[in-house]
Structure formats: C-alpha cells, structure tokens
C-alpha cells in the first residue's frame, strides 16, 4: 500500500513537471528550432516571398563572396567592435567613482543607467538630431569652444561608424557600469587590508586585487558585446539612410534585412545569416577556449 502511495505521488509529480516544461519546449520548438531549420533550407533556395521557393544548391552561397556590399557591412560590424574596450574603460572609471558612500550617490547611478532603458529607436533619433551637421547639437557645442566646423557625422562616410561607436558609449556605459559597481561591491574587503599591511599603494591594490577579480566580468561584458554588435540593426535603420554614404554605416544584419524585405530575396538572406550565425559561433568559442588562461575563478 505504502509503495503504491509513493508511486503515485511519483506519477502526479512527473505529470506536473511535463506540464510546466511543455510551454517553454512548445515555444522552441515553434519560435526557435522550426524557423531556425526552415531558413537552413531557404539558404539554398531562389525564394521572392511569392512565388514558389527553386533549388539553387550553392549559388547564394557564391553570391555573397562576389558581393562588395556584403564585405563592407562585414568590414562596419567589426569597426563597431573598437566600442567594446572603449567602454569598458570608461564603465569601470564610472564604477568606481560610483563605489563611494556619498550622499546622493544613488542619483547619479540611475542617470547614468537611464539610456540603457530608453527606447532604442527614440535614441536613434534624439543622436540624428544632434549628429546634424547644420543644427545639431554636437556640431554647435564644437562651434562654440574651438570656433571651427564640426564634421558631416552622418553624411561623410569617414564619420558614420564613429558616429555610432559614441552612440553606442552612451547608452551601454551605464549597463556596465552597473555590473562593475556590483562586482566592486563584491570584493571583499579582507584584500585591501591584506594588500595594505604589505605595503600596497592604491595603484598596486587596482592592478593585483580589483583587475582580476573582475575578469569574469571582463569576459562576459566583451561576450555579449561581440554578440550585441554582431547583432546591431535599429540605429543604422533610422540614422543611416539605405546604409550610408557609401554603405560606411550598414552592419550586416542591415544588410540582410534589405537583402530580404527591400529585394525580397529570402534565399540569399537566409544564406548571409547562416554565415552571420557561424562567425558568431566561431567567434564566442575562442572567446570561451581562451578565457581559461585570463579569467580568475574565486
């Protein structure tokens, strides 16, 4: 009877727990492992969204090695990548400032954190206006304290990806920022005393005690940071207009979604964006196969 009572409790357990799992599993299945699959097909297809999909074998995939604007979006998302150590440096410089007991302090932390939850789209225009080269704010702020011109931000493709390296700075500094603040919050206080009895002046303490045991950190903002990049579309979408001058501001999630919904070449975009998910994947591997020699585990 007793074991009978157990197996049952057992059976109404399992049940449960494949009652919960089942939405999550349904929606991967559906949202995630089925369009991922699909579009694998489409690469080697020839599909327009209205007449039937035609084998093509290969042809995408050769298509693309010949096209120019496929290297020159290739070429901008990388450029864009200079923000990730730019702005490490500064969110730590933040983070540290930000790590003191002073009244008030909880203020400037939220106002640094504010572009990290403003809609992305509203940034985009808000930097378009002050990225103007006639009325923008950047430009008349430059007018006013060295009395020269400033560049043509979003006109002149040796400034578009600048543009977006400093628009991209402002609003992710204050995410990381915040990771930093709490990994600093996180040492224990045990190694600055430690580091002080033996003599350790506050640059020795930064270098031997906060810079490694803020690695696992380091690594997972540089991580999501490549991927984030790798993945950035909405500001080029609003600031640059059909890529750019010159394509100077088209990442290559840009470029496949013109490929796809402007060309209406689902075959081909389906292609680029395997190869997109493969540099990826290549990419955030080395990062994980060389962190066991850099990243510090307390």
Request: hydrophobic share 50%; no cysteine; aromatic share 18%.
């Amino acid at each position: 009877m007793k074991r009978n009572k157990t197996t049952g409790y057992r059976r109404k357990e399992i049940a449960w727990s494949l009652l919960f799992v089942t939405p999550p599993v349904l929606g991967f299945l559906i949202f995630g492992l089925a369009p991922l699959l699909t579009s694998l097909g489409l690469s080697f297809t020839s599909w327009d969204m209205l007449t039937p999909a035609t084998f093509v074998g290969t042809e995408n995939f050769k298509k693309m090695l010949q096209d120019e604007k496929f290297y020159k979006s290739i070429y901008n998302t990388f450029y864009l990548l200079i923000g990730i150590p730019i702005g490490m440096v500064i969110s730590l410089l933040l983070a540290i400032m930000m790590n003191r007991p002073l009244k008030g302090i909880s203020v400037f932390r939220t106002i640094y954190y504010i572009p990290v939850i403003s809609p992305i789209i509203a940034v985009s225009l808000l930097w378009q206006w002050m990225l103007n080269y006639d009325y923008g704010l950047i430009n008349e702020f430059i007018w006013t304290i060295f009395g020269v011109q400033g560049p043509n931000w979003l006109g002149d493709p040796n400034w578009v990806k600048p543009s977006f390296v400093m628009m991209g700075l402002w609003s992710g500094i204050g995410g990381t920022m915040v990771l930093y603040l709490a990994g600093l919050q996180g040492i224990s206080s045990v190694y600055y005393e430690a580091a002080q009895v033996d003599g350790a002046n506050r640059w020795h303490q930064f270098r031997h005690i906060v810079l490694p045991l803020l690695t696992p950190i380091h690594f997972f903002v540089i991580v999501m940071g490549v991927i984030g990049t790798f993945q950035s579309f909405s500001q080029m979408y609003i600031m640059a207009t059909d890529g750019g001058p010159e394509y100077s501001g088209a990442t290559i999630v840009f470029y496949i979604f013109q490929e796809a919904f402007k060309y209406f070449s689902m075959g081909y975009a389906s292609a680029v964006a395997w190869v997109l998910g493969v540099i990826i994947f290549i990419i955030t591997l080395i990062q994980f196969r060389f962190s066991r020699r850099w990243v510090y585990q307390d």
